[in-house]
Every structure is written in structure tokens, then in C-alpha cells.
């Protein structure tokens, strides 16, 4: 008999064979797999009995990472109903667009956070919500008949290049996308994760399903806080750390980063916004384990690549600091003019697409922006990269962030890198700014150390000396901390509308 392929199949099994292990710990709460399935079974109760939820409705939730956020990925697909986690940093008006858009049918939000008012139904965590779970049967909800192909989840893009879009990700998808992530990266039972990537952000990179399943340990971290994380890691003995780039930065400024046992650490992946190779070798050096990249997108549920070094081959520091290889389901290729895969030379640049069973079905309601993202077979990810002639993917740019400057196409992510090699540069960004002459010249955004000093000019021919003169960017701005989306990306779009201080 062939079976459905489900994220559900990952709690059944953690509830059958892990039922006293403690699998989730947030704060004082330490819950074993037989609690956390039975809590995920009244939510599924409460959703169909007391809040009408019917199969196929939307469900959204507006909190930071905790054990109620951790329940909602299966009791709400046990209710047969569609996950939608909110961004938490967004504005309420960016929220009820949104619910909206989605047309949710209810939303559970925790009372720190804003009120996006509007005719959806509410359930505030805590009391409230503690109260309809209880008020809810023991046991397990009758068993849904399953569509592997429908849409278990939908994840709001960042927005960090447009309007956001909400991307419908399957059960297959997240299913197999769990596998193979696991399996890539060679998880195991045995792994303790902080979840330090919010799980409105693509589930926080999968890790709610593949730690599920594998029996591995949830650590809740509500808000990233650099002092609770390596409290934490010292205190729960945290095994992985997934970060990006901002994070890896924050911690290894804070104080107690010395005074910490962080000896727990095996791994820990950095992704989200490409790394630079300086921080990803201070990041190996004083977390004293190894560090390697990733990649992804929403539209992909979302782990593309993972920098590991190939089996039979002596490790590599470099090919770590690379965007990495397709893992692991992923067929991910750099294909230029006329979609011919570009030459394994590492200097030419094309487009990154992807065939996968981790693909999104599709953006919610938005036909024409599918069928676009979506084209002959491959998704479209906009981001542009090289490939090494090991078959390592470099990414360099995104294509709607490609500098043109007298006709030839500048990299922002080529400056970044260059300027993360100065030592007073904590933080950078380039973004193309108009100019009579040359259509568009970089201008870069620099964010210092604390207690560093560097002039605009030092940077700049800090920049000229290694690169063509046409890169270096034209202007050098200092700036207390660079604007990000929800997810932690740089966010380009609020960089062009800074304006420039004066004589810039």
C-alpha cells in the first residue's frame, strides 16, 4: 500500500519510538515526545471542534519561537489545515494584508505582539490558549486522508526585493525536503538544536520536521539574544547552531563569548545572506568547531546547498566559505544565455535555478508571479553566481541588485566581501546609485567595529587596490547598523531610499 508522504509521519514516528525522551525545552518547560504529540493533538481537536476550522482553511500564528509555534507544524496539518507562521517584525498593516491575502480562518497570537485588527478571529497564548487545549479530548484526533501534493504550509517572502508572496509548500515537499537535509548534513537522534532562526522564517530552515522525526532535541529560543544563546548552548550542551551572517557577528562580539564551555558544538551552518570568508574563519576559530554555508529560499522549503567538504578529500576552509553543493534532491544549476549551464570555471556567471521535490507548488493566488518564478521546469531564483571546477556555486549577486555601471555589470556581493576584509569593517552594504555619467555606480554602506576607525576615503581605495577601479564604490557612507527584514537580510530596497548625508 503506498502511503502519503507527510510531515506528519515525522511526529508518529517520534511519539511511537522517542514517547519518553525529551524532545522540547523552552525555558522552564521540559516536555517528553508523548506530551508534545498530545499537545499537538488538542490543538488539532480545538482547531475542528471549537474554532470551525475546516480542511484546507489557514491557520496563522504571530510569535517568536516557542514550544506553542513548535506544536502549531503538526497540529495544525493533523486538523487538516494550512499552516501560515507570521513575521514578527513586521507592522500590523504588513500583517493584515497578509491574513488577508491568505483569507485566515484564525489567528493565534501571543499578546507581546502588535494587534493586527481586523474580522480574523483571535486566540491569544498563554492562559487562553492553555484553557481550550484543556478543555479538549485525550487521544488522537481522528486521522485525516492526506493529499501528499496540497499545500501544507505557506511562508510570506521577505520582501527584501518586492512585495511579498506567499509560497505554497507541500507535504511532500517538506517531507522529503527533511529527509534530505537530515541526511546531507548527517544529523542524528543525538543533536540538541537552538532554534536561533525565527520559524516564520521557511521553518526555520526545516529543523521542526527532521529534528521531529530523528528524536533530536528542540531548544525554544523566542528572540535572538546573543548572551541567552551561548547561555544556552553551555547550559542544554547545543550540539548545531544555524545563524546568519548578523548573528554569527553579534555573538562573537559579546562578552561571555570567552567565559562559555561551548565545547557541545559540532557544526554550525551560516546562511541566509552570503557569508564572508573572514567571519566564517573567526567563526570556526572561537566556537572551536566547524563552520560551513548554506543556502536557500522560501520558494524551496528552503536548504539548497551546504558548503561541506567531499567525501575522500582533505577539508577545505575555502570551499567552506562558498555558497556550497546542491543537496541532497536539490538538482541546482547555474544556467546562463538561452538556460546552458554555465562552464565549471569559477569566473562565469549565470542565474541559479532549481528542479526539486522541495519546490513550492506555487505562489499563493498570484498566477502570473508563479508561472514566472517557475519557468520550463525550473525555479527561477534570481540569484547569480559562479561555479568552481569542483562544482562548488559562488554566489555573487542577485539579478536585480547587479550594479550597471558604463555598460558593465558590478557586483554589490564582490564589494561586501572585500570591504569584510578590512579590519575595522563589522557590516557592509552596496547598492547601485544613479549617476549622469556611468548610468549607476556603487555607493557601499559601512558599518565599523566598535571602537574602529576608518575614513570613507581609506575604504574606498581599501576597495580600489583589489578590485577593478570602476568597483570601488564611488561613495562610502558610515552608519550605525544597516536596515534588515524580519529574516535578518540586508534590506537593499530601504538602503536606496536612505538619503545621503550632505556633500555626499
Not at 494587534?115 to 487545549?133: C, K, M, R, S
Not at 550540539?239 to 561551548?262: I, K, S, Y
Amino acid at each position: 500500500m503506498e502511503l502519503p508522504l507527510t510531515p506528519l509521519d515525522l511526529l508518529a514516528r517520534a511519539r511511537r519510538l522517542f514517547p519518553d525522551r525529551v524532545g522540547v525545552v523552552d525555558g522552564d518547560l521540559r516536555c517528553t515526545y508523548r506530551e508534545f504529540a498530545a499537545r499537538c493533538d488538542r490543538m488539532a481537536w480545538a482547531l475542528r471542534e471549537d474554532l470551525g476550522v475546516q480542511h484546507g482553511d489557514r491557520v496563522a500564528w504571530l510569535c517568536g519561537n516557542t514550544h506553542e509555534l513548535l506544536e502549531a507544524y503538526f497540529g495544525v496539518l493533523l486538523a487538516g489545515a494550512v499552516l501560515v507562521p507570521l513575521n514578527i517584525r513586521l507592522a500590523p498593516p504588513e500583517l493584515r494584508s497578509m491574513l488577508d491575502d491568505c483569507d485566515a480562518r484564525v489567528l493565534f497570537r501571543h499578546p507581546d505582539q502588535p494587534d493586527p485588527a481586523g474580522p480574523t478571529p483571535q486566540v491569544l497564548l498563554g492562559e487562553p490558549h492553555e484553557q481550550l487545549l484543556a478543555a479538549q479530548p485525550d487521544g488522537p484526533t481522528p486521522p485525516i486522508e492526506v493529499d501528499e501534493r496540497s499545500v501544507a504550509e505557506i511562508f510570506y517572502t521577505s520582501g527584501s526585493t518586492g512585495t511579498p508572496k506567499g509560497a505554497m509548500l507541500t507535504h511532500r515537499g517538506l517531507y522529503l525536503h527533511a529527509i534530505h537535509s537530515a541526511l546531507t548534513n548527517g544529523l542524528g537522534g543525538e543533536d540538541v538544536i537552538l532554534h536561533t532562526i525565527p520559524l516564520f522564517h521557511v521553518n526555520g530552515w526545516g529543523t521542526p520536521h527532521y529534528v521531529t522525526g530523528l528524536g533530536g532535541v528542540h531548544v525554544m529560543l523566542p528572540r535572538f539574544d546573543a548572551a541567552n544563546v551561548l547561555r544556552l548552548v553551555e547550559a542544554e550542551r547545543i550540539t548545531r547552531l544555524f545563524l546568519v551572517p548578523a548573528m554569527a557577528t553579534t555573538l562573537l562580539q559579546h562578552p561571555d563569548m570567552e567565559a562559555r564551555d561551548l565545547s557541545s558544538l559540532v557544526q554550525i551552518s551560516i546562511g541566509g545572506a552570503p557569508t564572508p570568508p573572514p567571519l566564517l574563519a573567526e567563526v570556526e576559530e572561537r566556537f572551536g568547531c566547524t563552520a560551513i554555508c548554506g543556502y536557500g529560499m522560501t520558494e524551496s522549503s528552503p536548504t539548497l546547498t551546504r558548503s561541506l567538504d567531499k567525501p575522500g578529500e582533505p577539508p577545505s576552509a575555502a570551499r567552506r566559505a562558498t555558497t556550497g553543493l546542491p543537496i541532497l534532491g536539490a538538482d541546482v544549476r547555474v544556467l546562463g544565455a538561452g538556460d546552458v549551464e554555465v562552464p565549471w570555471d569559477g569566473a562565469t556567471t549565470g542565474e541559479i535555478c532549481v528542479r526539486s521535490n522541495h519546490v513550492m507548488a506555487g505562489y499563493w493566488r498570484a498566477p502570473d508571479e508563479s508561472a514566472a518564478a517557475l519557468r520550463d521546469g525550473w525555479l527561477r531564483t534570481g540569484d547569480v553566481a559562479t561555479v568552481s571546477a569542483d562544482g562548488y556555486l559562488t554566489i555573487v549577486d542577485r539579478t536585480k541588485d547587479l550594479i550597471v555601471s558604463g555598460g558593465e555589470n558590478v557586483s554589490g556581493v564582490e564589494i561586501e566581501k572585500v570591504l569584510a576584509e578590512h579590519p575595522a569593517v563589522l557590516d557592509s552594504a552596496v547598492v547601485g546609485t544613479p549617476d549622469e555619467r556611468w548610468g549607476e555606480v556603487p555607493r557601499a554602506y559601512v558599518v565599523l567595529r566598535p571602537g574602529a576607525s576608518a575614513s570613507p576615503d581609506e575604504l574606498r581605495m581599501h576597495v580600489r587596490d583589489r578590485l577593478a577601479h570602476f568597483k570601488a564604490p564611488r561613495d562610502v557612507i558610515l552608519i550605525d547598523e544597516l536596515p534588515r527584514t524580519g529574516t535578518g537580510k540586508v534590506s537593499k530596497p530601504a538602503l536606496r531610499e536612505l538619503k545621503a548625508p550632505p556633500g555626499v
